[in-house]
T-cell receptor, first 115, second 116 residues
Framework: DQQVKQNSPSLSVQEGRISILNCDYTNSMFDYFLWYKKYPAEGPTFLISISSIKDKNEDGRFTVFLNKSAKHLSLHIVPSQPGDSAVYFCAARAAGGTSYGKLTFGQGTILTVHP | GAVVSQHPSRVICKSGTSVKIECRSLDFQATTMFWYRQFPKQSLMLMATSNEGSKATYEQGVEKDKFLINHASLTLSTLTVTSAHPEDSSFYIC????????????FGNGTRLTVT
């Protein structure tokens, strides 16, 4: 059962335009959501996160939106740059105790930004 | 930012041998570290939680006797893949958080294990 889903395996965007990566989840116990960027043969790099008590968090070119009622979050990158090309993973964490390290990851979306 | 270092980055071993992977938190102490695994074109899956000074907690379906975890200090956790088989070939990644519950996990660069 895939509790975190990234339904778009890939996304291609022109440099300077907006990239929108989507993520859906099914577990209502998730209270913290994160986006990671990953290059081949490297570990994921943390980008931005959002707590379930918020609906938006912004950090520079990156903005994450959370729609709890729809169990949907999205990552907006604007303007997109060729260096943003990578695999983007959405991850979620359930509330409670010592489980803070137990992230449930989506399948990832390959973002390609063309010059 | 928080740095998690993992070694080796790549290892090739023969079936039946054991391989040790080290994970270090370089600029913070981590009482808890986490080991993930990623198969090709798949998502990252948590294997186990490594606890400093106590036994690791394994996720369902992960064999504790096959994947030995030792967390002997506040900055080092090791994962040993014992009697490795080709199906153990994968990308193993460790992670830790400098502030626990309220902060995101930071990941090491991963170890590509190939068992021949």
């Amino acid at each position: 059962d895939q509790q975190v889903k990234q339904n778009s395996p890939s996304l291609s965007v022109q440099e300077g335009r907006i990239s929108i990566l989507n993520c859906d989840y099914t577990n209502s116990m998730f209270d913290y959501f994160l986006w990671y960027k990953k290059y081949p043969a490297e570990g994921p790099t943390f980008l931005i996160s959002i707590s379930s008590i918020k609906d938006k968090n912004e950090d520079g070119r990156f903005t994450v939106f959370l729609n709890k009622s729809a169990k949907h979050l999205s990552l907006h990158i604007v303007p997109s740059q060729p260096g943003d090309s990578a695999v983007y993973f959405c991850a979620a964490r359930a509330a409670g105790g010592t489980s803070y390290g137990k992230l449930t990851f989506g399948q990832g979306t390959i973002l390609t930004v063309h010059p | 930012g928080a740095v998690v270092s993992q070694h080796p980055s790549r290892v090739i071993c023969k079936s039946g041998t054991s391989v040790k992977i080290e994970c270090r938190s370089l600029d913070f102490q981590a009482t808890t570290m986490f080991w993930y695994r990623q198969f090709p074109k798949q998502s990252l899956m948590l294997m186990a939680t490594s606890n400093e000074g106590s036994k690791a907690t394994y996720e369902q379906g992960v064999e504790k006797d096959k994947f030995l975890i030792n967390h002997a200090s506040l900055t080092l956790s090791t994962l040993t893949v014992t009697s490795a088989h080709p199906e153990d070939s994968s990308f193993y990644i460790c992670s830790a958080s400098p502030q626990g519950l309220s902060s995101p996990l930071h990941f090491g660069n991963g170890t590509r294990l190939t068992v021949t």
